[in-house]
């Protein structure tokens, strides 16, 4: 994994597609430019068994067609079934060590919230951390108080080499602050999913990026 893969992380599941097909949407976030794809398959209406297999393949075959690196969400047997590019884990997931031990040298990312846990994320080898949420979302149900960009600033420069993600609320108005805050990328989920001119936004969203930190 290349720091820049971070860039423009796209993050989805069929819960966060309202009014087309995901794998249509999908298609045109990785055509205007998308940098990484997250495979999150959660809430209610998540699909299930085969259905979410296929779902999460006909992702992946996308991905790979665009050069993109796929991770998926949580599930690390069905990352290693279809070979997956890497896994995300949270806090309430696999615990890190474990994760990086079934996974091997696949990527490994984790959300962290606090030094304690940056310093285990980076003891076990991850690839890179997500940090948030930053702003307020409304695309995880179970997303803990915004955070603001104070402990993605400290993170940064206690380890300056570590690539950072952040997430939550991000959004084109907003981006600047994060990329300045030190970010490596921005990871959205509505931005893109809602957005009316996906091409525009992911283009918004690449030049915000280039902001000099």
Known sequence: MKREDLQLYFIM???NVFQQNPIHLLEKALQAGITMFQFREKGSLALTGL???QFARQCQKLCQQYNVPFIVNDDIELALRIGADGV???????DVEMARKKIGNMILGVSVHSRE???TAIDHHADYVGIGPIFATT???DAQPPCGTNFLQQAHHLYPELPIVAIGGITCTNAHSV???GADGVAVISAICESQDIAHTVSTFTSLSRIKK
């Open 13 to 15: 599941g069929t819960g």
């Open 51 to 53: 259905a979410y297999e």
């Open 88 to 94: 995300h884990i949270g806090q309430d997931d696999l």
């Open 117 to 119: 846990e940056l310093q």
């Open 139 to 141: 695309s995880k149900s």
């Open 179 to 181: 990329f300045q805050a």
